[in-house]
């Protein structure tokens, strides 16, 4: 009865690994927000896994409907349009997963998220990493590669940042970065030499100092 | 309205069989009004079967122009207003729920309106039928509920007036339900709304039937205009989307044996309707003239006019806290009568609220009767069964 889904974020290429962080940052019996839900399969892991009180916001329809007959709460909103009527910290954890490369405005967000929630977990595709940043230098042209798969003229991911940019935003922001996990070839390290230029995605724990 | 359908209601197969609309008495309500109002009949249907825990019953609460009869087979063959919805195995599973349908306080479906008589005056209320609110239909409801020996209600769910419905059952009677579905409602009519209901009860104003002297209580009088039927063609195309009226009509002539224009208003001036739309619409007016009865239309409109969750301070989210029922409000893109930001002026109170709310805007292209269009049935289908599958 339901359509196939595609897929238009950077897919998380082994998925499981950023997921199974994202779960190992939050506290069992907590009030999590994702912003970007999908379908729901982290707040239906989330459930299963952590006993979470999940709710999700997504744009696309379909998807929508899949949380619904999950049994997830969830919302049709746009994250461009901040999280008006959510209460300062009304949720422990807001997660924005793969989705921050995408929004129109990411600052105006992630002070939304700080506002809501208690602490924010945020992940990202890593532009500073050493293949796409050699595809950038040696060929001269916008890279396409597992984390940004889509050539530059048709793509939703419209902000490329790395790492490094990320550190210096959190901190431009008065927020504070509480951990920072990468994933290097499907692996998770915290506190990896190099991670700015190793790491396909960062995942990083943060909140309002 | 689904596009190249002529149907008035979603495509339905009657799956549930044959329903008789039954009929409750009680001994009246006190209006929001201070009035007294009584004795009541109730016109109800229900299907499928009461839980011995008394706890999967679903109660159907229908727009404006809805009768008691939502799922199956009439004893006259009719199918139900939303039976693609309701029955076994649909969104709505009467395999699963015990759903409750009955015709609203003020109707002229089998329950007291303004055709009932008045035991005064022995004589129909007609325009002398007290003003009613969204609450009071909301009680008459409590009160069938009630009757049915049900405590609190799995669901209700309704769309457009019984959205509004829904939501008041859930400000007013917390403990009576554990969730509620509203389709494209708001919590306050807009300007707008209150607008089209005036010009729709001043066409049936104007009719001829105004003027018949009546000093009498009771206020019978002949009916002899078109004004209801003027009415439902404005109502008419606040439902549709100017996509679906595209899609539909464009600007397709009736009559198919003339090449281009007529050039003429018809016989004697009295136009008939050259366009499609046109005709369309008259034919809506002209059924909804044999089907209804244009003293409910005043006394429902005037109701929905009332209908104002906010109040003079504007403050919804107060007006929410009492909430404890499981909220799913659901929107469609094409709704410009109470389009998606009525619905996001909800969804923001009740997050305000700390309410447990689900949100869904439907990319449907029919308008404000999206929810009884073909097209949606599928989505809606899922939506609804998967919710009320989620409540416990």
């Known amino acids: ?209 | 309205m689904a596009i190249g359908s002529t149907k008035e209601y979603a495509d339905s197969d009657g799956l549930y069989g044959r329903v008789n609309t039954q009929y409750a008495e009680f001994d009246g309500i006190t209006l929001e009004s201070g009035v007294f109002l009584g004795p009541l009949t109730v016109a109800y249907e229900t299907y499928g079967t009461l839980s011995p825990e008394l706890d999967n019953a679903v109660l159907i609460l229908h727009a404006l122009s809805g009768d008691a009869h939502a799922a199956g087979i009439d004893a006259n063959g009719r199918l139900g207003w939303w039976d693609a919805m309701i029955g076994p195995g649909k969104g709505i599973d009467t395999d699963k729920y015990f759903v409750i349908s009955s015709n609203c306080l003020g109707g002229c479906k089998g329950t007291t309106g303004p055709c009932s008589i008045n035991l005064g005056t022995e004589k129909p209320f007609g325009r002398s039928f007290p003003l009613i609110t969204m609450g009071d239909m909301v009680n008459v409801q409590g009160l069938l509920v009630q009757h049915l020996g049900i405590e609190k209600l799995h669901n209700v769910v309704g769309g457009s007036m019984g959205g509004m419905q829904a939501l008041e059952w859930a400000v007013r009677h917390p403990d009576q339900v554990r969730s509620a579905v509203v389709i494209a409602a708001t919590a306050r009519l807009s300007p707008q709304g209150i607008a089209f209901n005036w010009v729709g009860r001043n066409a049936i104003y104007s009719d001829p039937a105004r003027v018949c002297p009546d000093t009498e209580a009771g206020h019978v009088y002949q009916k002899m205009g078109r004004g209801l039927a003027v009415a439902r063609m404005i109502g008419h195309i606040t439902y549709l989307s100017e996509e679906t009226m595209e899609a539909k009509f464009g600007r397709k002539l009736r009559l198919k044996d003339i090449d281009g224009y007529s050039y003429s208003l018809g016989e004697n001036g009295m136009e008939g309707g050259e366009f499609e739309v046109e005709s369309y619409l008259q034919h809506q007016g002209s059924s909804f003239m044999r089907r209804f009865d244009e003293d409910s239309y005043i006394i429902i409109t005037k109701a929905i006019d009332y209908f104002d969750l906010e109040g003079p301070r504007g403050d919804l989210v107060t007006a929410f806290e009492n909430i404890s029922a499981k909220m799913l409000i659901l929107s469609f893109n094409s709704d410009w009568l109470y389009p998606t930001s009525m619905s996001l002026t909800m969804v923001r109170a009740l997050q305000a609220a700390k309410k447990h709310v689900s949100f869904v805007e439907l990319d449907l292209p029919y308008g404000h009767d999206s929810f009884l269009a073909n097209a949606g049935i599928p989505s809606l289908t899922r939506i609804i069964r998967g919710f009320l599958n989620s409540v416990r």
């Not at chain 1, 979470?52 to 049709?76: F, N, S």
């Not at chain 1, 924010?120 to 050699?134: A, D, E, L, R, Y």
Request: hydrophobic fraction near 40%.
């Open chain 1, 1 to 209: 009865m339901s359509a196939d889904v595609t897929e238009i974020r950077t897919p998380f290429h082994k998925f499981e690994v950023g997921f199974n962080i994202i779960i190992g940052l939050i506290a069992p019996g907590t009030r999590v927000l994702d912003l970007g839900c999908g379908s729901g399969t982290l707040l239906q892991r989330l459930r299963e896994e952590k006993d979470v009180e999940g709710c999700g916001i997504e744009l696309d329809q379909e998807k929508v409907i899949r949380c619904i007959e999950r049994g997830i709460r969830v919302m049709t909103l746009d994250l461009d349009e901040g999280l008006e009527g959510f209460p300062d910290l009304s949720y422990e954890y807001v997660v924005l997963s793969r989705t921050l490369q995408q929004l129109m405005n990411p600052e105006r967000l992630i002070k939304e998220m700080l506002r809501v929630g208690s602490k924010s977990i945020i992940t990202f595709p890593n532009f500073g990493h050493w293949k796409v940043v050699f595809e950038y230098v040696l060929k001269g042209q916008t890279p396409v590669s597992e984390t940004h798969p889509h050539p530059w003229y048709n793509t939703p991911d419209i902000h490329r940042l790395t790492i490094r940019d990320f550190r210096a935003f959190i901190q431009e922001m008065g927020a504070k970065i509480e951990r920072e996990i990468h994933i290097i070839n499907n692996v998770p390290y915290e506190g990896a030499f190099w991670a700015n230029r190793r790491a396909e995605w960062g995942c990083c724990l943060i909140s309002a100092a």
